[in-house]
């Protein structure tokens, strides 16, 4: 069964820093891979997608996110950390096979930004 | 921006009260979903569509029911509220073509069931 893992539940990063938020996904065809970001209490915005061709794609609010097929990654990362970047990010992967199209979701990760 | 509405935004109610949320999109979607997400947790597909008189369970189970009667609306009802409902409940649409299967997330509604 295809499944996404976020293998951190929590990071916490200084102001300025750089980050890198883990993906991990099972999937034995091309992936539709996704990365969301979702505040308190609000639903989730989308930050990129990949479907295919270059492996490296740019996002919203300074956000990038690298394909690697060999490594069944998908993380995704940003130079320089802002303080209303804190928030919950979750990475999903689009369920081809069964013809249903549903997302899997990972757990998330919460990530706290120190100013 | 995604044009996509629920309403309530949040909702305090007491047990065995009947309970609607609303979804709407306005972009003309024919895919629709509603997932449970308890606070700082993942999200669980309760329910999907994939056009108007189309329905189907999501992987997890839920006492909820949803109807599809027009594209733009898939509304989802508790015929009896009970504390164990209390959730953030997401609706999402997306076009449903391939390279095109963006979903798109309302704002949620965070309901309270005393």
């Known amino acids: 069964a295809q499944s996404v893992t976020q293998p951190d539940i929590h990071i916490t990063v200084s102001e300025g820093a750089s980050l890198e938020l883990r993906c991990n996904y099972s999937y034995g065809a091309t992936p539709y891979l996704f990365w969301y970001v979702q505040s308190p209490g609000q639903g989730l915005q989308l930050l990129l997608k990949?479907?295919?061709?270059?492996?490296l794609v740019q996002g919203i609010k300074g956000f990038e996110a690298e394909f690697k097929r060999s490594q069944s990654s998908f993380n995704l990362r940003k130079p320089s950390v802002h303080w209303s970047d804190a928030a919950e990010y979750f990475c999903a992967v689009v369920d081809l096979t069964s013809g249903t199209y549903k997302y899997i979701f990972g757990t998330g990760t919460r990530l706290k930004v120190l100013a | 921006e995604a044009d996509i509405y629920q309403t309530p935004r949040y909702l305090v109610i007491g047990t065995g009260k009947k309970i609607t949320l609303e979804c709407s999109q306005t972009m003309g979607h024919d895919k629709m979903y509603w997932y449970q997400q308890d606070p700082g947790m993942e999200l669980h597909l309760i329910h999907y569509s994939y056009g108007v008189n189309s329905t189907e369970k999501g992987d997890l189970s839920s006492e909820s029911t949803v109807s599809r009667i027009r594209t733009e609306h898939f509304p989802l009802t508790l015929e009896s509220a009970r504390p164990s409902h209390t959730s953030q409940y997401l609706c999402?649409?997306?076009?449903?073509?391939?390279?095109?299967?963006?979903?798109?997330f309302g704002p949620g509604t965070r309901l309270l069931v005393l």
């Open positions: 999402a649409s997306t076009l449903g073509l391939p390279y095109q299967e963006t979903q798109y």
């Open positions: 990949y479907f295919s061709g270059d492996t």
